[in-house]
């Protein structure tokens, strides 16, 4: 098994997925952002595209890398690592740790194909679930951590908080939880891990420029007393 599992214990993930098409959407920008990532004390980081993660890779030999390749289906709602080809991919490229939509909506391959595929590369298997049914399936598929990456994903607007009701659910069921999705402030990580989070991973807040602007400038928006 070439997972690091014990720089993963109790770890921070960062996630380097830059606003997309936004200025910061270069692959040159997601490698110092990883860099940058691991050097303020991350244990890992979380990387969209085979050609970047070989880039990170060849930039940091003893990174641990979850890899993901993101694609916008016509026929399916489901993004994140849809294709068998995307599992090979991620592999060749060097991820430790390839994650799947392990959601239940309709889509090209079954998650329990994907989660095989990886498998059978050696890799570690994350299932990003949106509900505690999503995260058993994926598990008796033989998934080695579930995350909470998509609830609040699966239709209607996204709320603002993580959902703690979900974490306290995988946790209670599942021995590797990554706590994901909203985990916005360092006290948001301090809970999940309180809560028995074994990882919590960390993206918008602080690897999309523009919209953590968006949440300074809004605050400085309103009731600005005059002076
Ligand atoms: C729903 C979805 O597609 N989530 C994606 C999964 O890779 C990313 O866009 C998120 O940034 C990541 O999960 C981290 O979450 P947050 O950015 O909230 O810290």
Redesign the pocket.
Known sequence: MQVRDEKLSGGLIV?C?PVDNGPMDNDDVVKRLAQAAIAGGADGV?I?NARRVAQVREAMPEALIIG?V?RDLDDSPV??TPYLEDVAALATAGADVIAVDATDRDRPVPVKDLIEAIKQQGKWAMA?CSCLSDALSAMSYGADIVGS??SG?TGGPPPTEPDYKLLEQLVSHCPKVMA?????TPQDCAKARSLGAWAV?????IT?TEVVTGWFADALNTDWPSR
């Not at 991973?201 to 807040?205: E, L, W, Y």
Request: glycine fraction near 8%.
């Open positions: 996630s997925q979380r969209e993901i993101k993004r994140i990003d990456t998509l994903y994901e999705g909203r985990f916005n991973t960390v993206g918008t807040a999309r």
